[in-house]
């Protein structure tokens, strides 16, 4: 009976202690959850720290959005070398961002879908909104100033480049052969159309430094994106960017450019428009999209041809060169593009 007794005691310890494993396993499995940002999608159920790329090359919906957007940014490069004539590069930047920001915010908001930033995550969004909104667009409101607007779209585009580097050491993305190849022959055309204004970029290194530091901090911004997720809808995300990212433009403006700020006229303000709704709030969202569906190799080298629109409408409205250079690259620009982005 004391063998039985002592027996029943011991399997009640190793039941209890076994429902004690259990419940400490799942509240470890909870607590472990409650730290991914996208524990309630899915699709990110097994990427905690980063977000994970849903194809290897833009599906339909993605070559779509890119048509429209490279539509829209290439249009931006010669807008903005208009709206630059008559307002301060900073201003105009800022005040785009800005109410590009808001702009998007209020839409959510008034379509239902949730403006709120998670507990703990802002810090996340500030830095997102740093990289991707204020150095580049700080850095290349003066770089267009300084430089022809097709050449100063060119230096800013060498950001493929910076970025399939740095995901390769910071988000572990393999450099596959395509890869490389759409990057040797996107940056092949990018340097193919830089060599006929290189000179003229030469008498002008400010310029070409504030379009490399506005790469640069394209390129982290790029892979910050994709390392550190932030749990809410893109949308939304993309208005709290540009929202923060806005903020410092404009303390900058306030010391630097208030003296010389006048009333523009009405094809600056029309400009100035564009960027808002067509370049911030649609071309933001389109672009955080195409790099949540690929990895940073592809969405970076599908931006190539975004340069390539700016330099032929750069030819059509502003009387800059075209000639075999430019044809020639657009070849090139458009092989590399297809090859990491169309199906075999």
Known sequence: ?????????????????????????????????????????PEHAGSINMISSHHDRLPRQGLLLLAVLSL??????????????????????????????????????????????????????????????????????FGVLLLPSGRAALLGYTM????????VRFLGERLTVRAVVSLLLGLAGIVVLTGGGAEGMLQA??????????????????????????????????????????VPLLLLAIPLETSRLTMPGFWPCFGVLYNIFASFMFGQWAWNRIV????????????????????????????????????TASLLILSGVGAVSLKR
């Not at 493929?160 to 995901?167: K, V």
Request: with cysteine.
């Open 1 to 41: 009976m004391s063998f039985q007794y002592a027996g029943g005691w011991q399997a009640r310890d190793q039941r209890h202690s076994s429902s004690k494993d259990v419940i400490a396993g799942n509240a470890k499995k909870l607590h472990d959850a409650s730290f991914s940002p996208f524990r309630d999608r």
């Open 160 to 167: 493929p480049l910076w970025s399939t580097l740095l995901s």
């Open 72 to 141: 829209f940014w290439g249009a931006n490069w010669p807008v903005m070398k208009m709206v630059l004539a008559e307002m301060p590069p900073l201003y105009f930047r800022s005040i785009c961002t800005l109410f590009g920001g808001l702009g998007m915010l209020l839409l959510m908001r008034a379509s239902g879908v949730s403006i709120k930033v998670p507990a703990g995550q802002w810090r996340r969004v500030l830095l997102l909104g740093a990289f991707n909104l204020t150095v580049w667009n700080a850095a290349i409101g």
């Open 292 to 327: 949540q569906m690929v990895p940073v190799s592809v969405s970076s080298l599908s931006s190539l041809v975004i340069p390539l629109i700016g330099v032929l409408l750069g030819v059509v409205f502003l009387n800059e060169d075209l000639g075999w250079r430019e044809v």
């Open 205 to 246: 290194p400010l310029g070409v430094a504030c379009m490399i530091i506005a790469a640069w901090g394209w390129a982290i911004g790029v892979v910050l994106f994709k390392r550190l997720p932030v749990a809410m809808p893109v949308s939304s995300l993309t208005g709290w960017m540009m929202l923060t990212g806005s």
